[in-house]
């Protein structure tokens, strides 16, 4: 299995609120994603990072903001929570060269009431 | 842009029987990659296979295969011997080594049947 964790796994929270999701692996990899998924569909690229100190929007707009401070961190923080936030989110981390294959975390279920 | 598209929300095979999971794509792009990811009910998402688009020879990994016509741009999963622990949701993904991220096709949840 890989080491790439994601805290908490399942996370209810109440509108309004701000929330971090937190992905780390201890792989050594630079690059490392966020990716939104609702129960059984597709997954939608939100925010990626190249390394430390870099972020990139993905392909999904999406209200929340990451940080990229350490290699082995990349949280996912939203500011103000909402229903429509709910969903699944998944992080991932790939290695510099062979970055195409990327390896995922066990995913952040999060309910937004 | 590149697109990768999965025709089959929904398959399922008889355990010890053989499916085939269908997976087109779109790119302009001569060098990229394909894999295929299997992601199981509530763990996580793992890959299965993967296939070099400048290969020509499909890639195998035990009971997993895939056949890659890269003119046709299809890159299709066979499982053999179907196994219950085979039941999760299929992604099929292509990796452009230009955009440097990959797209995902919208999956195949794959039911095995004792």
């Known amino acids: 299995e890989a080491d790439i964790y994601q805290t908490p796994r399942y996370l209810v929270i109440g509108t309004g609120k701000k929330i971090t999701l937190e992905c780390s692996q201890t792989m050594g990899h630079d690059k490392m994603y966020w990716y939104q998924q609702d129960p059984g569909m597709e997954l939608h690229l939100i925010h990626y990072s190249y390394g430390v100190n870099s972020t990139e929007k993905g392909d999904l707009s999406s209200e929340s903001t990451v940080s990229r401070i350490r290699t082995e961190h990349f949280p996912l923080t939203l500011e103000s929570a909402r229903p429509s936030h709910t969903s699944q989110y998944l992080c991932?981390?790939?290695?510099?060269?062979?970055?195409?294959?990327?390896?995922f975390g066990p995913g952040t279920r999060l309910l937004v009431l | 842009a590149q697109t990768v598209t999965q025709s089959q929300p929904e398959m399922s095979v008889q355990e010890a029987e053989t499916v085939t999971l269908s997976c087109t794509y779109d790119t302009s792009e001569s060098d990229y990659y394909l894999f295929w990811y299997k992601q199981p009910p509530s763990r996580q998402m793992i890959l299965v296979i993967r296939q070099e688009a400048y290969k020509q020879q499909n890639a195998t990994e035990n009971r997993f295969s895939v056949n890659f016509q890269k003119a046709a741009k299809s890159f299709s999963l066979k499982i053999s011997d179907s196994q219950l622990g085979d039941a999760a949701m299929y992604f099929c993904?292509?990796?452009?080594?230009?955009?440097?991220?990959?797209?995902f096709g919208d999956g195949t949840t794959l039911t095995v049947k004792p």
């Open positions: 991932a981390s790939s290695e510099t060269i062979r970055w195409e294959t990327q390896y």
């Open positions: 993904a292509l990796a452009d080594t230009n955009a440097g991220k990959s797209t």
